[in-house]
């Protein structure tokens, strides 16, 4: 299944921010599967671990497009999260910035229930996943709604002030 993103990155002229707040997804993903069993990407082998998602995010950034993620985490952090920390160096190759916010320093910040992307803050992409971390199969939700896009942006800044950039977070 291609990224759900991947279009509306591609449509994108300024800006694109995703919010995660899962502690995991897709359980049964062949690389997280080989990442359990001690296997990890090697930097230096690009690629090996290079795929169409980095091509969109570079693309994007190629073009002068900001993207950004925050993350939402426990802590300690899930087997999952740790995957997704140790293989983030390939989301800031392709361009992106990403920052990680504790759950235990989001109190006090309204939250949404589900992930959601927002491109040039006019459209927004809310991820619908089932409770084993599986993108439902009509987990895709888009709007248009200025009111709806408007509230995930500020959420999406609100996060990503409080959060710490990937370099200096150091899960627990």
Known sequence: MQPPARSGLARAQHSAVHLE???????????????QRGERLDRAERTAWWGGWHDAVHGATSRGVTVRRARVVSEPISDY?????????????????????????ATGL???????????????????FAGDGQLDEDGREYTDDPTLVKLCTEIFETVWEHATPHENYRPR
């Open 81 to 105: 999260v740790r995957y997704e920390y140790d293989n983030t160096f390939t989301n800031i190759a392709a361009g992106e910035e990403v920052r990680w916010l504790p759950r235990r320093k």
């Open 110 to 128: 309204t939250l949404p229930s589900t992930d959601f992307w927002v491109f040039d803050g006019e459209q927004a992409l809310f991820h619908h």
């Open 21 to 35: 707040l899962r502690d995991s997804y897709m359980l049964d993903d062949p690389a997280y599967i080989a990442w």
